[in-house]
């Protein structure tokens, strides 16, 4: 087996004022199952494009390994999935069979080869580039974040599938799923990058370690320092009288004046000399356990701009039915969602749930039979599942979105943003600050009722946190589709299954 090798690698893009990789050292194995973690923003896949070589290394990088990346590029979505898959990786139509071969393991229907790629469901896709990645044996995968998108039996399949595969880096932002996958974690934190041996578990408990030791050696440093400040104070002020008392002896006892008062000006000297370089030595050590505290993320507490509605029934749909392509996606939904109730629609990938949302939302088009009935003037905060067009600066969006631009960076701050990045253009943004910026927007934007398609996506661990603590703080009124189990657990007043049509009633 071979190995990456990466040495003092240091990378920043042009502009920026700090590195994201500084001198950083480290050799993987070529048949690690590495989890690559950190938060949003942090150098994740920029680590993996520069490992692509899509970015200027200048030589730190040495490796023989071969690279494949998830997601793959599709330059054109409407062509037929099995077009698209070959595409990708790179092979002719007589070796679709080794496509299919790993589709079955991912429990994914040969069908959808025949389909455009562009109408499979967001998870489908997953699933079919996962499968498209994997025909290969002698790459080394890049896999950059495959869980958005796939609900929990999707994360499941994709967790056993990876198990049982080898030398690949996987950036995920679920506990759960990176969990059973990984032997490896490298973690980007805000100071340092580290590599473990084990899963998560392992890295959370040896990281809380870390940082439970560094505050207490911190708050053990700090005692000494006072202690040793207040010495120095005082063998100041003893030198100080010792001197005065000395002059006045000396005038007493005319003669030895000049050999008592040098000989005690030096031994006061000697011991101030001492003191303050101890107290240096002191304050170079806190110096250095400063970095490594600023590993600590802080979690400051989100606010939501909601306002309580004065209606009780906020939304109705009776007997409610959406079509797509001329099919009918859902059975009929009967809801009558009132004030502070927050209801959770689930439904297998592919079944239509945003189609559904947009239905509710306002698009008669795909309305196929029944009624939304909205609440008279309520102003509803949609979050969109995919990303909005991010372009331009946070000032502009601020201003198309009609938020006050230092609420919308203050709440950036708060959701981990480094001020650094607020001058950067959205374009260039990672996915996951990406995400933050739209859900920013609607935290801050004054709402009575909130639409959130899956919100978590792409969001580290101590955002999702911040999020589920707000709700529960708040107990605004929602409308949400998310995949993550604990999360609706916790914020869900209810639940509703989003079930297909009878045929009979087609
Ligand atoms: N092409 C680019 N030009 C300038 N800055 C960029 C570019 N791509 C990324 N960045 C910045 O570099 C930093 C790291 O981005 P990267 O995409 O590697 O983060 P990440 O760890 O993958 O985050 P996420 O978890 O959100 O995917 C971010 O501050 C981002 O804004
Ligand atoms: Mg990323």
Known sequence: MGNIQINNLSFRYDGMTTNIFDDFSLNIDESWRLGLIGRNGRGKTTFLRLLLGELADHGAIQTSVQFNYFPQPVTDPTQNTVDVLTAVANIGSADVWKIQLEMDKLKLNDDILDRPFATLSPGEQTKALLAALFIDDNTFQLIDEPTNHLDAEGRQTVADYLRHKRGFIVVSHDRYFIDQVIDHVLSIDRAKVQLFVGNYETWQREFNRQIQSEQHEKAHLQTEIKSLTANAAQVKQWAGTAEGK???????????????????????????????????????????????????????????????????????????????????????????????????????????????????????????????????????????????????????????SGVELPTLLNTLRKLGFERSTFAEDLTDLSMGQKRKVSLARSLCEPANFYIWDEPLNYLDVITRQQIQDLILKVQPTMLVIDHDREFVKAVATSRMALRRPNKASD
């Open 246 to 400: 000395k002059s006045k002896a000396a005038y007493r006892h005319q003669g030895n004046v000049n050999l008592d008062k040098g000989f005690l000006v030096h031994k006061a000297a000697k011991v101030m000399k001492r003191a303050k370089s101890t107290v240096k030595r002191t304050e170079t050590a806190i110096d250095q356990k400063r970095t490594l505290l600023k590993n600590v993320d802080d979690t400051p507490e989100l606010t939501l701009n909601y306002q309580p509605p004065h209606q009780d029934h906020i939304l109705m749909l009776d007997d409610f039915q959406v079509a797509q392509n001329h099919q009918i996606l859902n059975a009929p939904i009967f809801l009558d969602l009132r004030r502070g109730q927050r209801v959770v629609l689930s439904a297998p990938n592919g079944f239509g749930k945003t189609t559904i949302v947009h239905a509710i939302l306002g698009d008669e088009s795909l309305i196929a039979s029944g009624h939304v009935t909205f609440s008279k003037a309520i102003h509803t905060s949609y979050l969109t599942q995919s990303f909005e067009t991010l372009t331009g600066s946070l000032a502009d969006y601020a201003e198309q």
